[in-house]
């Protein structure tokens, strides 16, 4: 009985002290550019400096606080943007992610989604999907994205939005989803 409990704890490690995703698969492909930034780092950056004076940075420690990591995977390849569709439609049907907004414009489609947070104005998930960026022709140092794929986990305030995606250079679509009341 001892060996068969040791077994099903050595089993189910993995599954208890690792924080994987659906979308942790990317990381590792060509023609992927990724930006993982983890819970540690997030307390390095908000416990650096004194902020007595800067508002911004006190906004932005506060909101990234609540924050347990985020994940930012872009592609210009149409095949791995493919993936990554196919991979949010999957995720979107097996978890409670819920659509917060989406914003069309000619072929590029952004979407958000959340999981609900014990407050109103909170969420522990907020995942956005933007596709069809190629049609557009963004560039951005030499490159045309056709997809961005970005997950937040954690207790993220969605007033403080706007404040993360200043300080870390994130999509400044972000901000349209912190506007949100719901």
Known sequence: MKKIT???AIALLPLAGFSQSIFDKFEDMDHVGSVIVNKGMIDL??????LDHDKEAKEFVEMARGIDGIKVFITEDKAVAADMSATVRKYLRSSSLEELMRVKDKDVNVKF???????KDHVTELLMFVSGLKEMDVDVHGRKFET??????????????????KNMDLPEDLNKAGKHKR
Do not use: E, H, P, W
């Not at 961005?148 to 995606?165: E, H, P, Y």
């Open 45 to 50: 950056l908000t416990s650096i400096g004194s």
């Open 113 to 119: 989604y959340i999981r609900n947070g014990k407050k």
């Open 148 to 165: 961005v794929l970005v997950s937040m986990t954690g207790d993220i305030d969605l007033n403080q939005i706007s404040a993360l995606t």
């Open 6 to 8: 040791l077994i099903l």
